[in-house]
């Protein structure tokens, strides 16, 4: 049996060049965790992630490259991630508040609008953020 088989989707941002950054710091072992939006679990009918469940990664051309794990998952009103978080993150946010804005960025941009159907959504301190920490269980790639 494929390793994948029944194993969830882990989709990193949208496709295009923002995914295969993160797909590629997953791969390389720099980004071992993520965050998710409450509001957006809730909007696609979907549970939280529990330690445990492994998921497989897909990259911009929706081919599976890799199976990650869930180590740790928090829910937390964006206000209080740490700078822990955003270091594992391994996108190289300097502080929280780079990494707050570069994620308001995403969170606040066309793709997620439509996405929440919602062409008005925003963040703010109060918007409860799903912080989760995985490990790489497989590469996936051929070679």
């Known amino acids: 049996m494929e390793p994948t088989t029944g194993l969830p989707r882990a989709e990193f941002a949208f496709p295009g060049p923002l995914r295969d950054r993160l797909v590629t710091a997953v791969l390389d072992g720099s980004k071992t965790s993520t965050t998710g939006l409450v509001a957006d679990y809730e909007h696609e009918g979907e549970a939280l992630p529990r330690v445990g469940e492994r998921s497989v990664v897909v990259d911009s051309g929706d081919r599976p490259v890799a199976v990650i794990e869930v180590t740790d998952v928090r829910v937390v009103p ?3 991630v740490d700078f822990a978080h955003v270091v594992d993150e391994g996108e190289g946010d300097a502080s ?6 570069n994620h308001e960025s995403f969170w606040h941009g066309p793709e997620m609008r439509e996405a929440m159907d919602d062409p008005e959504f925003t963040v703010d301190d109060s918007t409860l953020a799903v912080l989760q920490r995985f490990r790489l269980v497989a590469d996936l790639r051929e070679g």
């Open 78 to 80: 964006l206000s209080d």
């Open 96 to 101: 929280v508040a780079e990494w707050r804005a």
